[in-house]
C-alpha cells in the first residue's frame, strides 16, 4: 500500500473511468478530482481541481472510440498537469489507439503510431505505461521511457483455474502468422501445444471475391482450443480462425482471448454467431454493453496497472511485468 498519499495522484479522462477507478482502490488511494469536458464546438476543456505541483502525476487514458477525441483529452490533461508544476507525469494508456499504423505499408503512407508518440512527449509526459502494444517495437517510438506491459500472464491465471489440469491436452492457437511470438509465450506459460493459422491471401490477379485460404499448422484434431489476439476489432480475423480449427482442423471446442476488445464495425454479430464457446477481453476498453450475446467475458488489469503504477513511485524495477 503507498503511504505517502499526497505524493501521488491518479487522474482520468472520460476514455475508462472505471478501470482508473479500480487501479486507484488497488493501490489503496482515491481518484484525483478533475473534470475534463467540451465546448459546444466539441473543443476539450479540462480542470485539475487540486494542487500537482512537485506531485507523482498518473494519467490513466485509454484511446480507444472516439480514438481522436480520447486522444487530444489525453494531451490536454497532460499539459494542464505540466503548467501546474507536476513533478513527474506518467501517461497510463491501457490501450494505446493508432498503434496498428506503425509502419508504410505502400508508398506515402504516415507512420500515425510514431507521431501519436511524438505528439505524447510534446505534451509534455515524462514516461508512458501502456499494454500490450500491438507491435513491440512502438517501445523505440517514444523519446521518453516506455514500459509495454504484458497480459498473458492474467490469461494463463484465468484459464488455469477456468481448466485445471485439463489445460496442458488444450492447444494455444495464434490466428495469423504475425502473432506467434506472442502466442508461443502464452503456450509456455500455460504448458500447452502450439498451433497457427496460416492465412494465403489471394494473388492480384485472382478474380475479385476469391476468398483467403486458410491452412493449419499443428495438431488440433480432438482437442480444445485457445485462439489468442491482441486485438479484436471487426473479428474476422478470430472468426474465420475458429472456424478454420473446427472444419479443417477437427478441433473440439473453441476459445478465445485478447488483450483489447475493439469491438468495431459488426463485430458483436459475428462473434455471437460463430462457434467460439467464450471470448476473455481485457477492460482495457470499457465492457461492451451487448457482452453477454457475444458471449464475452471480462478480466480487470487494474491490479497489475496498480501494481507497475506503485513500482514506478517507489523506483521499484518492473522487469517482472514487461519481458
Known sequence: MISRERSIKVFTGNSNRKLAEDICRSIGITIGDNDVKGFADGEVSCSINESVRGCDVFLVQSTCKPVNDNLMELLIMIDACRRASAGRITAVIPYFGYARQDRKTKSRDPISAKLVANMIATAGADRIIAMDLHASQIQGFFDIPADNLLSYPVFADYYAKKFGAALHDMVVVSPDVGPIARARKFAQALESNLAIVDRRHP????????????????????????LFADIVDTANTVVSAAKALSEIGGARRIYACASHGVLSDLAIERLSASNIDELALLDTIPEHPDAARAHLKYLTVAPLFGEAIERIYKEISITQFVF
Open 203 to 226: 494473388s492480384s490477379d485472382a478474380p475479385e471475391g476469391t476468398p483467403e485460404e486458410l491452412h493449419i499448422i499443428g495438431d488440433v484434431e480432438g482437442k480444445d482450443c485457445i
